[in-house]
């Protein structure tokens, strides 16, 4: 069952901001939204590692630098190995007992979609198969973005991406998107996640169980893009909760293999709602493509079921 830690407004408007307001992300990125509430809610002191990506070039225009704590730069696909290789030196302090035995670090790594879907993915894997006590961030915004829009494999079927152009030929991207945070699950890890900003007590009750987690955790966390998603910058948020609402994006955990789905909506909205608020979906409302609108909704149901009974079946066999 999932455990009740309270996190109320109070930890959200802490005054030692970690990550430091003046930063270049874009008004209304999601990104900047996410590691603060996270960031807030973990109470040890914390060491980073960003891949590179909108959150890492926003936030490190040499000479400046927006990290208040410890943050180590690093490429595109080795944040994961970065901090893991930072955990591994911390715990090797405490043994030769340069560091007290009783001293607590956070170790976090952050990266976009693009940095763990695809060109991470495999050293993700390999830091959270060696066991290491650190916390993996996706911030989801579903397309490279730091270079221009182009597809990951989290961007969803039918988005309009720079290199899955809607047109004439393809009606945006053909492909769904991967199952990011069931592999991550797949690791059988203590602690994996899916979060979203909007709920802000849910993303940081889940911050805080990562940290407590004896091992690897993993935070999967939409993180909406204006720019590249095309939508105006004050909806992030009432696009994040549509996201959840039409259960396009749920929200659960998995806690030693024991799924808990976390927002059940009472009214389960058609995902054509979440769609028709972004520009990267405008085509998908012209007649000739409102068969794909269709699969979408069938493929988002589906999933959701899957979830369901993933949940009935995890909780049963632990109960
Ligand atoms: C190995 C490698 N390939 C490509 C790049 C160029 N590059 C830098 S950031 C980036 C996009 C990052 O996308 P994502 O991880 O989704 O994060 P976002 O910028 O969307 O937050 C790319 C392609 C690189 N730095 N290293």
């Not at 030692?16 to 900047?32: F, S």
């Not at 690791?187 to 993303?203: C, E």
């Not at 939409?222 to 998603?229: D, L, T, V």
């Amino acid at each position: 069952m999932a455990e009740r830690i309270r996190v109320n407004l109070r930890d959200v408007i802490k005054p030692d901001e970690r990550l430091a307001p003046g930063h270049r992300l874009c008004a209304g990125c999601g990104e900047p939204t996410v590691v603060r509430q996270i960031l807030h809610a973990i109470e040890t002191p914390v060491v980073l590692s960003t891949a590179t990506g909108c959150l890492e070039v926003s936030t490190s225009v040499y000479p400046f630098t927006s990290w208040n704590v410890p943050w180590i730069h690093n490429a595109f696909e080795n944040a994961s190995t970065t901090i893991t290789g930072a955990e591994a030196a911390f715990k090797a302090l405490k043994r030769t007992g340069k560091i007290p035995e009783d001293k607590e670090i956070t170790f976090i790594a952050f990266g976009g979609d693009g940095a763990s879907y695809d060109i991470g993915l495999q050293f993700i894997s390999g830091a959270l198969e060696r066991g290491h006590k650190f916390i993996y961030v996706c911030l989801n915004n579903e397309a490279y973005m730091n270079t221009g829009i182009q597809r990951s494999s989290a961007t969803p079927k039918g988005a309009d991406t720079t290199t899955t152009p809607a047109g004439s030929v393809i009606p945006g991207k053909p492909q769904w998107r991967k199952p990011f945070t069931r592999i991550m699950a797949a690791h059988d890890i203590p602690y994996v996640a899916q979060a979203s900003p909007h709920n802000f007590r849910d993303l940081m009750r889940k911050a805080k169980k990562a940290a407590a987690a004896d091992g690897p955790a993993v935070l999967n966390v939409m993180a909406p893009c204006p720019r590249g998603w095309r939508h105006s910058s004050d909806q992030t948020m009432a696009i994040t909760e549509l996201a959840t609402d039409t259960c396009y994006w749920p929200l659960y955990e998995v806690e030693d293999g024991v799924v808990t789905v976390n927002y059940k909506p009472r009214d389960k909205k058609p995902v054509a709602d979440w769609l028709r608020l972004q520009g990267r979906f405008r085509h998908l409302f012209r007649p000739a493509n409102a068969w794909l609108v269709e699969e979408i909704q069938e493929r988002v149901d589906s999933e959701w079921e899957r979830l369901l009974r993933e949940e009935e079946c995890t909780q049963g066999k632990h109960a």
